[in-house]
Nanobody
Framework: QVQLVESGGGLVQAGGSLRLSCAASGRTFSNYAMGWFRRVPGKEREFVAR????????YYADSVKGRFTISRDNAKNTAYLQMNNLKPEDTAVYYC??????????????????WGQGTQVTVSS
């Protein structure tokens, strides 16, 4: 079992920045690729970003590429999502997820094994 807890969400103006954190516990953090997803009320969760176990490879949704950066610190058992130049359409609940497989840019919800409870990000115009 892996427990994931997100933090760092809040209210920010368009063009501003936020840094989300995902703290992991339970099993060896470095054995999992990590992903970030987001969900708007009434819609399904969508893929945002993914990082490999070593941190050497990253993947991004087209909508956030160039603005968001996913990273991890395995010594701290924590993954991050740096969100710059935020737009109102980025408003959502953001979830981190862990995947025990480290194959390519996996984007499907069913491909991830563990999920956090989410943190709200609201971007005002």
């Amino acid at each position: 079992q892996v427990q994931l807890v997100e933090s760092g969400g809040g209210l920010v103006q368009a063009g501003g920045s936020l840094r989300l954190s995902c703290a992991a516990s339970g099993r060896t953090f470095s054995n999992y690729a990590m992903g970030w997803f987001r969900r708007v009320p009434g819609k399904e969760r969508e893929f945002v970003a993914r990082i490999s176990r070593s941190g050497g490879t990253t993947y991004y949704a087209d909508s956030v590429k160039g603005r968001f950066t996913i990273s991890r610190d395995n010594a701290k058992n924590t993954a991050y999502l740096q969100m710059n130049n935020l737009k109102p359409e980025d408003t959502a609940v953001y979830y981190c997820a862990a995947d025990r497989l480290d194959w390519g840019g996996r984007k499907k919800i069913s491909e991830y094994d563990y999920w956090g409870q989410g943190t709200q990000v609201t971007v005002s115009s």
